[in-house]
């Protein structure tokens, strides 16, 4: 049985792709795409759950990945694409927090709400009026 083994895992390795594919540099990023994929899907939703600190903590994180990744012998093009990738989806939720808890996006998106809901009003109003007549 450990010769098949053996036999299987020397066949798997003379192939470069399949080298590659059975490896860390492969199967690293691979599982690390989770985080870019969950930061560009959370760019929908609303600013207000967004964690500075997380945000900023996976920043630094991508950074740091990102310039290792190019660092190591051979450089991991697929690790550095995940993080470039995940260092631009939480540089936008960065900004979405500061423009949501500091630039006043809070007070501009109430401004909005109280308008609509000002416009709401006034049809209701203005079909009343049409009904007396």
């Not at 492969?26 to 969950?38: C, E, T």
Request: aromatic share 12%; with cysteine.
């Amino acid at each position: 049985m450990a010769a098949v083994v053996k036999a299987i895992n020397t066949k798997i390795r003379a192939h470069p792709v399949l080298n590659y594919v059975c490896s860390t540099h492969f199967w690293g990023p691979v599982s690390n795409f989770g985080i870019p994929l969950a930061a560009v899907a959370d760019t929908r939703k609303s600013p207000e759950l967004i964690s500075g600190q997380m945000t900023f903590a996976l920043a630094i994180y991508s950074a740091t990945f990102m310039r290792y990744s190019l660092a190591v012998s051979p450089k991991n093009y697929l690790l550095f694409a995940c993080h470039f990738i995940n260092e631009g989806a939480q540089l936008t939720q960065g900004y979405r927090y500061l423009d949501w808890h500091r630039w006043g996006g809070r007070e501009k998106a109430g401004l909005t709400g109280a308008v609509e809901a000002g416009k709401e009003t006034a049809k209701e109003v203005v079909a009343k009026v049409a009904e007396k007549k």
